[in-house]
């Protein structure tokens, strides 16, 4: 889950990670206000979900509180890498000596958390890992003990000569890590890291990326959530429990399992058609999931035809059949449905959609077939 | 011979009690895994369908039946907590079906299975099953299993299920089929399991299920090429996931432009594995390479 600036620079906050003081604003007037309170310079920031925020004209400097209003107020309703911008933090504007990358990610390989700092801070990390990895510090932590102090200390000794800024630092990278265990983090990230002329070290801007997985136990960080930053129809689809991905396409696909979800939407591909969603229903399927799932789908005017993949191992196939046959009894699906079913009460799922009026493919090549040929046929 | 699980599993049950865990447990029986076991806390000396003996811990489990494999069906809070305590027992493989396990917990349980040199398959898997000698560990449906020479290794569960049908109905059985999981981090990889079935004298080919997300299968690919004489065909699902979105497995994610779809194809291709352009190519990819008609 990604939360915004201004909720991560709290949860930094609250490890004692030195930053300037700012505020987050919802209208213009609150952002005057907040800039009058930090007199001076300000930045007004855009809170998206979304890189490139600078280049997109969502971050903008303010000498007064006038202009932090008029800025705030270009920024607030904007959209950027098509989310609209609801939110702006107001910080204020610091003078800069130096700026660093500090990062902590989950790292698949390692299977540990790995620290990844670079005194080449203020631009895209990725950019510097393949092109200068070199410029790159990496330091996996064993999360059974911790970072060692001689562990913080190597860190920060790769980025400051100075002993009291690697001291400042040292200090901020055993934050960074106890925000990260705190937080259940997959990504926690200071860039830039900035020293000021008078020698502090500040953090200037931060992003965390929670882990689902800890959502369900952690209903605090689940609060973080900013629904208006999604697509409605995967904010909808999350409500009801269902995995679910919006894409281009106009071929509808509900399937039981991601991977049998993914291989539903490359062979709608190989088969000539373009796939309008990722969807799992899961493996423990009741027929109220297929009719959520049914109306997320059908919501999409560009969805031509829809095609139920689903191989029942876990899943009872007979509880799907229920389940699109309650759906379209319930409202008006509208496009033509291909059913492929297979796998445990097959024949009991067939017998439920017969009495319907609706038939079932046994083979997913051929349903997918179909469906594509369906889609094509009606666009 | 086959792989991991055999006549000789002696498997205890954790979470025996709960709904997941009873379902399956009752479905491994019928199948004819010999469970000797089930654990839940507070519910010891109560049997499970009349059978099976029920203990308060792990290490009560083997101390009375001589368990050697344990399966986990606990929910995902408690999941890790259930596999320090199989390992810290003894059991040297332990498969852990639950999804949504914080990957941070994933990350403290590494070293300590890795440290007592247990073999952890899971979590977010589907298990394993042993079709040749009735041993089926986890989730995966028996009855579209048969016995045979062909070793199946899969980050998914429902598509190794599809895979494993084409495979059955065209009369190709399978020595064991393994589903290593979803997750970011996981026990058991590919190489791993390509190794053991390299090993496995019961095994002819070995068929490989990767997705999108890290570099587990461009690594499998570089051992395949070096270490594996055994023909190898393999599939990669999520050709057309975007960038940056989890396709439903947490591990299942293409970051920056790392884990794609083409990435690994590439490698398959660099290193001669068959490669499945859709799940039904397995049938004349395997045909072919192992000369069957």
């Given at each position: 889950?990604?939360?915004?600036?201004?909720?991560?620079?709290?949860?930094?906050?609250?490890?004692?990670?030195?930053?300037?003081?700012?505020?987050?604003?919802?209208?213009?007037?609150?952002?005057?206000?907040?800039?009058?309170?930090?007199?001076?310079?300000?930045?007004?920031?855009?809170?998206v979900h979304a890189?490139?925020?600078?280049?997109?004209?969502?971050?903008?400097?303010?000498?007064?509180?006038?202009?932090?209003?008029?800025?705030?107020?270009?920024?607030?309703g904007m959209r950027i890498k098509g989310l609209e911008v609801h939110?702006?933090?107001?910080?204020?504007?610091?003078?800069?000596?130096?700026?660093?990358?500090?990062?902590?990610?989950?790292?698949?390989?390692?299977?540990?958390?790995?620290?990844?700092?670079?005194?080449?801070?203020?631009?895209?990390?990725?950019?510097?890992?393949?092109?200068?990895?070199?410029?790159?510090?990496?330091?996996?932590?064993?999360?059974?003990?911790?970072?060692?102090?001689?562990?913080?200390?190597?860190?920060?000794?790769?980025?400051?000569?100075?002993?009291?800024?690697?001291?400042?630092?040292?200090?901020?990278?055993?934050?960074?890590?106890?925000?990260?265990?705190?937080?259940?983090?997959?990504?926690?990230?200071?860039?830039?890291?900035?020293?000021?002329?008078?020698?502090?070290?500040?953090?200037?801007?931060?992003?965390?990326?929670?882990?689902?997985?800890?959502?369900?136990?952690?209903?605090?960080?689940?609060?973080?959530?900013d629904d208006t930053a999604e697509e409605p129809s995967e904010a909808a689809a999350r409500r009801a429990n269902l995995s679910f991905i919006k894409l281009e396409g106009n071929v509808g696909c509900v399937v039981n399992?991601a991977?049998l979800a993914m291989a539903t939407m490359d062979l709608v591909k190989y088969y000539g058609g373009e796939p309008a969603n990722f969807l799992d229903i899961g493996?423990?399927s009741?027929p109220e999931k297929v009719i959520n799932a049914l109306k997320i789908i059908t919501a999409d005017p560009r969805v031509k035809a829809i095609l139920f993949n689903i191989?029942?191992?876990?899943?009872?196939?007979?509880?799907v059949a229920?389940g699109i046959v309650a759906a379209t009894r319930q409202f008006k699906v509208g496009v033509p449905i291909v059913i492929r079913l297979?796998?445990?009460?097959?024949?009991?799922?067939?017998?439920?959609l017969?009495?319907a009026g609706m038939t079932a493919l046994?083979?997913?090549?051929?349903a997918v077939q179909r469906v594509v040929t369906l889609a094509r046929e009606a666009a | 011979?086959?792989?991991?699980?055999?006549?000789?599993?002696?498997?205890?049950?954790?979470?025996?009690?709960?709904?997941?865990?009873?379902?399956?447990?009752?479905?491994?029986?019928?199948?004819?895994?010999?469970?000797?076991?089930?654990?839940?806390?507070?519910?010891?000396?109560?049997?499970?369908?009349?059978?099976?003996?029920?203990?308060?811990?792990?290490?009560?489990?083997?101390?009375?039946?001589?368990?050697?494999?344990?399966?986990?069906?606990?929910?995902?809070?408690?999941?890790?907590?259930?596999?320090?305590?199989?390992?810290?027992?003894?059991?040297?493989?332990?498969?852990?079906?639950?999804?949504?396990?914080?990957?941070?917990?994933?990350?403290?349980?590494?070293?300590?299975?890795?440290?007592?040199?247990?073999?952890?398959?899971?979590?977010?898997?589907?298990?394993?099953?042993?079709?040749?000698?009735?041993?089926?560990?986890?989730?995966?449906?028996?009855?579209?299993?048969?016995?045979?020479?062909?070793?199946?290794?899969?980050?998914?569960?429902?598509?190794?299920?599809?895979?494993?049908?084409?495979?059955?109905?065209?009369?190709?059985?399978?020595?064991?089929?393994?589903?290593?999981?979803?997750?970011?981090?996981?026990?058991?990889?590919?190489?791993?399991?390509?190794?053991?079935?390299?090993?496995?004298?019961?095994?002819?080919?070995?068929?490989?299920?990767?997705?999108?997300?890290?570099?587990?299968?461009?690594?499998?690919?570089?051992?395949?090429?070096?270490?594996?004489?055994?023909?190898?065909?393999?599939?990669?699902?999520g050709q057309t996931a975007p960038k940056g979105r989890r396709m439903g497995?947490?591990?299942?994610?293409?970051?920056?432009?790392?884990?794609?779809?083409?990435?690994?194809?590439?490698?398959?291709?660099?290193?001669?594995?068959?490669?499945?352009?859709?799940?039904?190519?397995?049938?004349?990819?395997?045909?072919?390479?192992?000369?069957?008609?």
């Amino acid at each position: 889950m990604n939360i915004h600036e201004y909720q991560a620079r709290a949860l930094l906050k609250a490890q004692g990670i030195p930053m300037l003081d700012g505020d987050v604003a919802s209208t213009p007037t609150e952002a005057e206000a907040i800039a009058r309170r930090l007199g001076g310079t300000v930045v007004i920031k855009a809170q998206v979900h979304a890189g490139g925020r600078g280049k997109a004209g969502g971050v903008k400097l303010a000498r007064n509180p006038a202009e932090a209003l008029d800025h705030a107020s270009e920024i607030l309703g904007m959209r950027i890498k098509g989310l609209e911008v609801h939110k702006v933090l107001v910080v204020p504007a610091a003078e800069i000596a130096t700026e660093s990358y500090v990062g902590l990610i989950m790292d698949r390989d390692s299977q540990r958390p790995v620290f990844m700092v670079s005194a080449a801070g203020g631009v895209d990390i990725e950019e510097v890992a393949s092109t200068n990895p070199e410029k790159i510090t990496r330091l996996p932590v064993d999360p059974t003990h911790g970072l060692f102090p001689h562990q913080s200390l190597a860190l920060a000794f790769s980025l400051y000569r100075d002993f009291n800024q690697v001291k400042a630092a040292a200090r901020i990278m055993e934050q960074l890590y106890a925000a990260f265990v705190a937080n259940g983090c997959s990504l926690a990230e200071i860039n830039p890291l900035v020293t000021t002329p008078d020698g502090r070290v500040l953090a200037l801007d931060a992003k965390i990326v929670i882990d689902d997985n800890e959502l369900f136990w952690r209903p605090d960080l689940g609060l973080l959530r900013d629904d208006t930053a999604e697509e409605p129809s995967e904010a909808a689809a999350r409500r009801a429990n269902l995995s679910f991905i919006k894409l281009e396409g106009n071929v509808g696909c509900v399937v039981n399992g991601a991977g049998l979800a993914m291989a539903t939407m490359d062979l709608v591909k190989y088969y000539g058609g373009e796939p309008a969603n990722f969807l799992d229903i899961g493996g423990s399927s009741s027929p109220e999931k297929v009719i959520n799932a049914l109306k997320i789908i059908t919501a999409d005017p560009r969805v031509k035809a829809i095609l139920f993949n689903i191989f029942g191992g876990i899943t009872r196939t007979d509880d799907v059949a229920n389940g699109i046959v309650a759906a379209t009894r319930q409202f008006k699906v509208g496009v033509p449905i291909v059913i492929r079913l297979t796998g445990t009460n097959e024949a009991e799922a067939i017998r439920i959609l017969e009495a319907a009026g609706m038939t079932a493919l046994s083979d997913m090549d051929e349903a997918v077939q179909r469906v594509v040929t369906l889609a094509r046929e009606a666009a | 011979m086959s792989i991991f699980a055999d006549a000789r599993t002696r498997l205890v049950v954790q979470g025996i009690t709960g709904r997941e865990g009873s379902f399956h447990a009752k479905q491994m029986l019928e199948y004819g895994t010999n469970v000797v076991a089930g654990v839940t806390p507070g519910k010891g000396g109560q049997t499970f369908e009349g059978k099976v003996p029920i203990f308060n811990t792990v290490a009560d489990a083997v101390a009375a039946t001589g368990a050697n494999c344990g399966v986990i069906y606990v929910p995902p809070m408690a999941a890790a907590g259930a596999v320090f305590e199989a390992a810290d027992a003894g059991i040297p493989l332990i498969v852990c079906i639950t999804e949504g396990i914080p990957v941070m917990h994933m990350s403290r349980v590494m070293p300590f299975v890795r440290n007592r040199g247990v073999r952890l398959i899971g979590p977010n898997c589907p298990g394993l099953i042993t079709p040749g000698a009735r041993a089926k560990v986890g989730i995966i449906p028996g009855n579209i299993c048969a016995p045979g020479r062909v070793g199946m290794v899969s980050r998914s569960g429902t598509l190794t299920y599809e895979v494993v049908n084409h495979l059955t109905r065209s009369g190709i059985g399978q020595s064991t089929c393994v589903g290593i999981g979803g997750d970011p981090v996981i026990g058991t990889n590919f190489i791993d399991c390509l190794r053991a079935f390299q090993e496995d004298p019961e095994t002819d080919a070995i068929v490989m299920i990767g997705e999108i997300g890290g570099t587990d299968e461009q690594k499998a690919a570089e051992f395949v090429s070096q270490h594996v004489t055994k023909p190898v065909v393999g599939f990669i699902a999520g050709q057309t996931a975007p960038k940056g979105r989890r396709m439903g497995h947490a591990g299942a994610i293409i970051s920056g432009s790392s884990g794609t779809a083409e990435e690994k194809l590439a490698a398959f291709s660099a290193a001669g594995v068959g490669i499945m352009k859709r799940p039904a190519d397995v049938i004349p990819l395997l045909r072919q390479r192992l000369r069957l008609k």
